[in-house]
């Protein structure tokens, strides 16, 4: 199976952290993946993760992997008006990636 | 190399209308691959290209739609007598072979709007 569940939408205060949900069903594959879009843009690959890790820290970004549940979470620290965008958890089947709907975060002042 | 470009950025057409829209990816980049995105949805999946050769169609990929890649560096995707439900963001993204694992490169889109 190929699909990738999401929240839709979070809110928060701007200096909080944000923490982006995400479960999907391929338990096969190596990596996974987050992605953000900015309004009117593509979309930018913003960390992934090994499937045999259980955590990977990138500056404020923290991603958390349960595989036994297959949730995968992106963790936002210090969230920034600039942080304000939809984040894509991405799952790949070999060569094609299988998207959640998005979750759209809004950072509040 | 300035990532992928896509062409046009938006479009807006009449409804019967063909369109066609172009994607340079990063050159040394062999795959290239074309998504769907709705409004409130993730990209779909469309085609995949491996230097010239099309190996996939997603069943979302009518008989309406063609894409091309003849020499295995840009492509194109042409709608044929658009259709209001084809209004979407269609994204092209590159990946060098087998490293599908370090994420695609994605373009900003062609944003195309049937009226």
């Known amino acids: 199976g190929e699909d990738v569940e999401q929240s839709l939408f979070l809110s928060v205060r701007e200096g909080d952290s944000s923490v982006i949900n995400c479960t999907y069903t391929?338990?096969?594959?190596?990596?996974l993946y987050w992605y953000k879009q900015e309004p009117g843009a593509g979309l930018q690959l913003l960390t992934y993760?090994?499937?045999?890790?259980d955590m990977k820290q990138d500056q404020r970004l923290t991603v958390l992997l349960n595989k036994k549940d297959k949730h995968l979470s992106l963790r936002i620290a210090d969230t920034q008006t600039g942080d304000s965008a939809i984040y894509f958890c991405?799952?790949?089947?070999?060569?094609?990636?299988?998207f959640g709907a998005g979750t759209t975060v809004t950072v509040r002042a | 190399d300035t990532g992928v470009s896509q062409d046009p950025r938006h479009k807006i057409t009449k409804r019967g209308q063909n369109v066609t829209f172009r994607c340079d990816p990063i050159?040394?980049?062999?795959?290239l691959y074309w998504y769907r995105q709705t409004l409130g949805q993730g990209p779909e999946f469309l085609t995949y290209?491996?230097?010239?050769?099309?190996?996939?169609k997603s069943r979302l990929l009518s008989d309406r739609f063609s894409a091309e890649r003849p020499k295995g560096s840009f492509s194109t995707l042409e709608i044929q007598r658009t259709e209001q439900g084809d209004s979407a963001m269609y994204l092209c993204?590159?990946?060098?072979?087998?490293?599908?694992?370090?994420?695609?490169?994605f373009g900003s889109g062609t944003r195309l709007t049937v009226v």
């Open positions: 290209f491996q230097n010239e050769a099309q190996l996939e």
């Open positions: 993760i090994f499937s045999n890790m």
């Open positions: 993204a590159s990946s060098p072979t087998g490293q599908i694992n370090y994420g695609y490169t």
């Open positions: 050159s040394e980049h062999n795959r």
């Open positions: 391929d338990s096969s594959s190596t990596y």
């Open positions: 991405a799952d790949p089947n070999d060569y094609k990636l299988s």
